[in-house]
């Protein structure tokens, strides 16, 4: 009988680490996309529309998805229908349909545009947001027909067979875990069933996909600001006025290696930094040094909020990169709207 006992706390053991890891190495992979069409084709002035399908395909809840488009000096013109998508449920899909309108007179020829299907989804206390990299290949060719390619929905059936497989289990062995008769079996069924959602786990490669995701912690449901590719410039003036900064003014840059936007506020940090004499600043991982971000309320209601620039004799902060330069300078305290007249 204690034999028994023991037995059953080990397998509950190994079975409560093996769902941990599972989570662990999963986590990230939230939401895959696929266009309905690998290229879309449309005539000069006129309009095509394709389908952006977002499939779930984790336990975990994806909110407030949106797709922004870099249209840069292309002329296109384009619309998302729906704008948002509120929820996609586990194991869910959701379809955007994106119009493209050609200019009128434009170019013949084939151009890529670069998009960022954003979204966040929280584990426990923990919110990220997810940016993710696609590309809308487009061909513009006199006399094209407006077309709407038909989303084609390719379901995975596995994984909810899967999942209902291993629930099966765990509900089956904890019915025959009541008889001392049965107790053996219903720790070997146990076991079949952490077995069985590891290696399935596994041979989804789920932990390689994570590793493609680019994530930032979200501030505590804040908000989502626009995604920023590049660090903004100093000019020539502001660079001067940097220069007369001789006065210690100590920066931190809190960030964090699953971080998306945290190397644009390194990047601009720096340069601040070899720009002035007087100001140093310092990288800290807030993986690695909680209780400092703690101290200076990086931490808020539970959630780590990253990227986060902080003076240290103020013990002032910011989160974020929109408007960066703007708000670093007022943390600074140094005067807005410096610009090449300031060398005249």
């Keep these: 009988m204690r034999h028994g006992r023991r037995l059953a706390f080990l397998v509950t053991v190994f079975v409560g680490l093996a769902v941990f890891a599972t989570a662990a190495l999963s986590q990230d992979v939230i939401l895959s996309f696929e266009w309905t ?65 050609a200019p009128e007179g434009g170019a013949e020829g084939e151009f890529e545009l670069r998009a960022d299907a954003l979204y966040t989804y929280c584990i426990e206390e923990s919110c990220f947001l997810i940016a993710e990299p696609l590309t809308l290949r487009v061909a513009v060719v006199a006399g094209a027909e407006p077309g709407l390619p038909t989303p084609v929905a390719r379901h995975d059936p596995w ?67 626009p995604t920023t590719h590049h660090a903004p410039e100093l000019t020539a003036g502001e660079e001067q006025l940097l220069a007369w900064v001789t006065e210690a003014r100590e920066l931190l840059v809190f960030s964090a290696r699953w971080c998306h936007a945290c190397p644009i506020a390194k990047a601009f940090v720096a340069a601040v930094d070899e720009a002035s004499p007087g100001i140093t600043h310092r990288v800290v991982d807030v993986e690695e040094e909680p209780e400092l971000a703690e101290a200076f309320g990086v931490v808020r209601g539970g959630r780590t909020v990253v990227p ?37």
Excluded at 54 to 69: H, K, M, P, S, T
Excluded at 93 to 98: I, P, Q, S
Excluded at 175 to 202: K, S
Excluded at 208 to 219: D, N, Y
């Design 308 to 344: 986060a620039i902080a003076r240290v004799d103020t013990e002032e902060l910011f989160f974020g990169t929109e408007d960066l330069k703007a708000r670093l300078f007022a943390l600074l305290d140094l005067p807005a709207g410096v610009d090449e007249e300031a060398d005249r």
């Design 37 to 101: 069409a690998e290229r879309l084709t449309v005539s000069p002035g006129g309009e095509a529309t394709v389908g952006l399908i977002a499939r779930n395909d984790a336990v975990y809840e994806a909110d407030d998805l949106e797709l922004e488009i870099d249209l840069g000096e292309t002329g296109f013109e384009v619309s998302v229908e729906p704008e948002l998508v509120a929820k996609i449920a586990p194991f869910g899909e959701a379809t955007l349909l994106v119009t493209v309108r």
């Design 159 to 225: 994984s909810p067979v899967v999942a209902g497989l291993v629930l099966g289990a765990l509900a089956v062995s904890l019915a025959l875990g009541r008889r001392p008769r049965w107790r053996i079996p219903a720790i070997l069924l146990l076991t079949l069933a952490a077995g069985l959602g590891l290696a399935f786990g596994t041979l989804r490669s789920q932990h390689e996909q994570a590793k493609s995701i680019g994530a930032s912690l979200c501030v505590s449901c804040v908000g989502l600001e």
